[in-house]
Nanobody
Framework: EVEFLESGGDTVQPGGSLTLSCAAS????????MYWVRQAPGKGLEWVST????????EYADSVKGRFTISRDNAKNTVYLQMNSLKPEDTAVYYC?????????????WGQGTQVTVSS
């Protein structure tokens, strides 16, 4: 079973930037489609971004398109989410997962997530 450990969350001002990291265990990481998912306070889970293993194709939710960039380093078994021009509505716990959307609840095998707070 592959496990993921998210890190890099912090409190930043609107307009700021953060880079989230997701370290994966296991040797088959490079074959997975990877997703970033977030959950804002009092709200449901929201798909943020997808990275396909073949061709390096990335997809983004409209709410983050043009501001966020997903990438992966297979040699380091790590997925990243570069977040620029952050807005208060980006405040959420961010998870990296290999499960495709939709999401009704946090999976039992998901990591702890990393908290991003955007506030002045």
């Amino acid at each position: 079973e592959v496990e993921f450990l998210e890190s890099g969350g912090d409190t930043v001002q609107p307009g700021g930037s953060l880079t989230l990291s997701c370290a994966a265990s296991g040797s088959v990481f490079s074959y997975y489609w990877m997703y970033w998912v977030r959950q804002a306070p009092g709200k449901g889970l929201e798909w943020v971004s997808t990275f396909r293993p073949n061709g390096g194709i990335a997809e983004y939710a409209d709410s983050v398109k043009g501001r966020f960039t997903i990438s992966r380093d297979n040699a380091k078994n790590t997925v990243y989410l570069q977040m620029n021009s952050l807005k208060p509505e980006d405040t959420a716990v961010y998870y990296c997962v290999k499960d495709p959307p939709p999401y009704s609840a946090v999976g039992r095998h998901w990591g702890q997530g990393t908290q991003v707070t955007v506030s002045s």
